[in-house]
């Protein structure tokens, strides 16, 4: 127990020293643990062989993690992925591992040492990477999606790899890694007893008992338990959920972190998701921590002190020949600007999956063991320079935006009922009281800094310019209920309208207006509900005024009901008289039934409600209509 709470108070103390300061000085939090890692390990000399252990429980917060994103996909935002997923992801990998076989070949290796060299360092690092992208907010952008495409297929493959690798062991080694295998555990003895259409079907049986349970088992498990109204039996609850359906991936033979990640997607409709979500953050951020600190406590000092240069070039090569890969095949899917380098720079390490493959190749004496050892090193520095890489991103980012580089549009995967255009202080406030009365929408926004700040506060929104076509389109104009538009620029949201509007003949449309005028360009532009920005809050300010001066709440009220009531009947009739075309103080049929307007207007509120009489009482200005 004394040992224990040695090694515990060191992982939380190096934890919370460095993780705030790199935090502080701008280089996240994952090269914190990285950096107290090998603080407390090979410098101090604190902590030993027990890491390796310990990683393997921490690698539970990958699965973790996989299952928190599974739970903001939607099935059809999942299927939506399905090009980037079969076609980047499945790219990446032959092409990457294609790559460095010839390069391991141009070192004098043999193929077969090549390939699983190859197969092995193709993959990158989900732990790293995704927890990097959340800080960052970088998830929702076209290149986060694509980093996280090529994650996930990197993470399926991984188990036809692990049956791939035994074919290229030396003779004989088969027959021992199949002896190592029948003592690992049970499970996989069984599935090695069963003929190959027997595992298949274990395989999908168990594929499907994680969707059957996640849409039929645990909603009506979390009522149970809810009633209860004990916290600590909701967390548990939530953890049950993860460890039984990791456990159920490995007695198949299948990776936990992909069940994980398709319970979540199963989930992601439940009533109980954000409370699932918010029960497990925690866990999952101290196993990753955890995780990060054993890969820098890992590192073999001797081994890279013998050779610091040949180390430190192989792992440097490596990270560019993969950034080569990933920089062609962005541009060919059509990655570009901070999307591209995102995707470039964010994928060019080797993976903690990495780790296992080693491991599993020097058992099968596929890989010899001085290589194996260096690999290793490898894999762990390239992880460990993966956050200068990420700082490297935002400074070439930065760049781009002084530059005056036009921000690129996201992909959206997702189209909802409600599409807003513009999220300023007005499409906030529509957004928030839309969202929060249970409905679905989907925010387009020009600016980059708007939707960053949207996300910091849950809120998903997609970077582009909402007067596009092809953006529109994206975001299911063609199936959307009701078009809010709320943008800024005036002419801009006037095009909009008249686009949507030449879509959609049955499109409800909700318009913003700057003024009076713009009220008429939007009317005849097509517009269903038209509201100026500053009238009703004007009217609020009104009835507050008649409050305090002698009226009863209620006779406020009226009055302002009334007021809007009318005003909005004279905005329709003025617009038949207004004329783009002439200046309003120069139309005189304008101003005549403006005039003509305000009488009616001022005549049916002294009819409502009789103020308190006074000794004279003085006639309304007639005056032109105003906003």
């Known amino acids: 127990?004394?040992?224990?709470?040695?090694?515990?108070?060191?992982?939380?103390?190096?934890?919370?020293?460095?993780?705030?300061?790199?935090?502080?000085?701008?280089?996240?939090?994952?090269?914190?643990?990285?950096?107290?890692?090998?603080?407390?390990?090979?410098?101090?000399?604190?902590?030993?062989?027990?890491?390796?252990?310990?990683?393997?429980?921490?690698?539970?917060?990958?699965?973790?993690?996989?299952?928190?994103?599974?739970?903001?996909?939607?099935?059809?935002?999942?299927?939506?992925?399905?090009?980037?997923?079969?076609?980047?992801?499945?790219?990446?990998?032959?092409?990457?591992?294609?790559?460095?076989?010839?390069g391991a070949l141009a070192l004098g290796y043999s193929w077969r040492i090549a390939l699983t060299l190859g197969v092995i360092l193709s993959l990158s690092s989900t732990a790293i990477v995704l927890q990097t992208l959340s800080e960052k907010q970088l998830m929702p952008t076209a290149g986060g999606r694509s980093t996280f495409s090529v994650l996930l297929m990197q993470d399926i493959a991984v188990i036809p790899i692990l049956a791939f690798l035994p074919l290229l062991a030396l003779p004989g080694a088969r027959a021992l890694a199949k002896a190592q295998a029948a003592e690992a555990h049970l499970a996989m003895n069984f599935l090695q007893e069963l003929p190959p259409w027997g595992v298949t079907l274990v395989t999908l049986g168990a594929v499907a008992a994680v969707a059957l349970a996640g849409q039929y088992l645990v909603r009506p498990l979390y009522t149970f338990v809810h009633r209860a109204r004990l916290r600590e039996v909701n967390t548990a609850l939530a953890l049950m959920i993860v460890v039984t359906i990791a456990t159920l991936m490995l007695m198949v033979g299948l990776s936990p972190a992909l069940g994980a990640f398709l319970a979540g997607v199963v989930l992601a409709n439940s009533e109980f998701k954000h409370e699932i979500e918010s029960d497990i953050a925690p866990f999952k951020g101290l196993l990753l921590g955890l995780f990060f600190i054993t890969v820098g406590a890992g590192i073999d000092v001797e081994v890279f002190l013998r050779q610091p240069f040949t180390l430190l070039a192989l792992t440097l090569g490596l990270m560019v020949a993969k950034g080569g890969v990933l920089y062609a095949l962005g541009r060919l899917f059509k990655l570009r600007g901070r999307n591209q380098w995102l995707f470039t720079l964010g994928l060019a390490q080797a993976g903690e999956f990495g780790f296992v493959l080693t491991a599993f190749s020097l058992k099968q004496r596929i890989l010899p063991e001085a290589l194996g050892q260096s690999l290793l090193l490898v894999i762990a520095l390239s992880m460990f320079l993966t956050p200068l890489f990420f700082i490297l991103h935002d400074v070439l980012a930065k760049r781009m935006q002084e530059d005056g580089e036009a921000t690129e549009a996201d992909e959206i995967d997702e189209q909802q009922p409600i599409i807003i255009a513009g999220v300023g202080r007005f499409g906030q406030v529509v957004n928030r009281m839309v969202t929060m009365s249970g409905f679905r929408t989907t925010i387009l926004d020009h600016d980059l800094k708007v939707i960053q700040l949207l996300r910091k506060f849950g809120f998903k929104g997609y970077v582009g310019d909402p007067t596009r076509p092809e953006l529109l389109r994206a975001a299911g104009l063609s199936e959307a209920r009701v078009l809010v538009v709320c943008l800024d620029d005036r002419a801009a949201a006037t095009r909009l309208v008249a686009y949507a509007r030449r879509q959609r003949e049955d499109l409800h449309i909700v318009a913003r207006a700057r003024d009076r005028e713009h009220v008429f360009e939007l009317y005849r532009a097509g517009a269903d509900d038209i509201v100026r920005e500053y009238f009703d809050s004007s009217l609020r300010a009104a009835r507050y005024v008649l409050e305090n001066v002698g009226l009863s709440e209620y006779e406020a009220a009226g009055l302002e009901k009334t007021f809007f009531k009318l005003d909005r009947a004279a905005v329709r009739d003025l617009a038949d008289l207004w004329n783009p075309d002439i200046p309003t103080e120069k139309n005189a049929a304008y101003i005549a039934r403006a005039r003509a307007l305000n009488r009616e207007l001022e005549a049916a509120l002294l009819s409502q409600f009789s103020p308190a009489k006074t000794d004279a009482k003085p006639e309304a200005e007639d005056t032109a209509a105003s906003a």
Do not use: N
Request: charged share 10%; net charge negative.
């Open 1 to 102: 127990m004394e040992s224990f709470l040695f090694q515990a108070s060191l992982y939380l103390i190096a934890v919370v020293l460095a993780v705030p300061v790199a935090s502080r000085l701008g280089l996240g939090s994952v090269l914190g643990y990285l950096v107290a890692g090998i603080v407390i390990g090979p410098v101090l000399g604190l902590v030993g062989s027990e890491t390796q252990d310990l990683q393997h429980f921490a690698e539970f917060g990958v699965v973790m993690m996989l299952f928190l994103i599974g739970l903001e996909l939607e099935p059809k935002a999942l299927w939506a992925m399905r090009d980037r997923l079969l076609g980047l992801g499945g790219l990446q990998i032959v092409v990457t591992a294609l790559v460095i076989t010839l």
